[in-house]
């Protein structure tokens, strides 16, 4: 059982705006930032969303992160066939002093 | 360009020991924390341990806690994972990867491609 609490799946059709929450607790994302990855079949993750808001350098804008208390989210418009994959969150706990990530996300492109 | 190559994974019998080596290149390896993410089939991430820039902090899950020995050598720019009394539950893919910055409670923004690790009568 993840502390991080994600959706298992989610999907959308081309071109779509889509969301994947993310849910912890005050010693969690209510106390430090939420990292976003992105994992896809055969690769090694790769970090979408930093800082709980921050793009890397080549991540298209098409997606982005937003947290509010102890939750937060990733969003992805204009959904391509090749978002599709695995999504997970991560923070830094406090109360476990560890890193937590989220079950993940499957993310299905129509 | 970062690059993080691992090595050391293989099949090992439970309770038996494997060392994991990160030769990392591309970037200031002594100024970043270190760590280890693991994936067992079928499974999601796992973060396993990580490592301070300069060794003074370490972090580890509880499941590996005491059995796992984070470590690193700043004038190879390697990070290693000694893995002792190992189970069945310990068999996943494990990535190194590059924390963001100096302290080991961020995240991390790179990874490596990962070596699999086996434990299995």
């Known amino acids: 059982q993840s502390v991080l609490t994600q959706p298992p799946s989610a999907s959308g059709t081309p071109g779509q705006r889509v969301t994947i929450s993310c849910t912890g607790s005050?010693?969690?994302?209510?106390?430090?930032?939420v990292y976003w990855y992105q994992h896809l079949p055969g690769t090694a993750p790769k970090l979408l969303i930093s800082?709980?808001?921050q793009r890397p350098s080549g991540v298209p804008d098409r997606f982005s992160g937003s947290k509010s208390g102890t939750s937060a989210s990733l969003a992805i418009s204009g959904l391509r066939s090749e978002d599709e994959g695995n999504y997970y969150c991560?923070?830094?706990?406090?109360?476990?002093?560890?890193?937590?990530f989220g079950g993940g996300t499957k993310l299905t492109v129509l | 360009e970062v690059q993080l190559l691992e090595s050391g994974g293989g099949l090992v019998q439970p309770g038996g020991s494997l060392r994991l080596s990160c030769a990392a290149s591309?970037?200031?390896?002594?100024?970043?924390?270190m760590g280890w993410v693991r994936q067992a089939p079928g499974k999601g991430l796992q973060w396993v341990s990580s490592?301070?820039?300069?060794?003074?902090?370490?972090y580890y899950a509880d499941s590996v806690k005491g059995r796992f020995t984070i470590s690193r050598d700043n004038s190879k720019n390697t990070v290693y994972l000694r893995m002792n009394a190992l189970r069945v539950e310990d068999t996943a893919f494990y990535y190194c990867?590059?924390?963001?910055?100096?302290?080991?409670?961020?995240?991390?923004?790179?990874w490596g491609q990962g070596t699999l690790v086996t434990v299995s009568s």
């Open positions: 990867v590059k924390v963001e910055s100096s302290g080991g409670w961020y995240g991390c923004d790179f």
């Open positions: 591309g970037f200031s390896f002594g100024s970043y924390a």
């Open positions: 490592i301070s820039s300069n060794s003074g902090n370490t």
């Open positions: 005050s010693s969690s994302i209510g106390s430090n930032y």
């Open positions: 800082r709980s808001n």
């Open positions: 991560a923070a830094w706990d406090d109360s476990l002093r560890g890193m937590s």
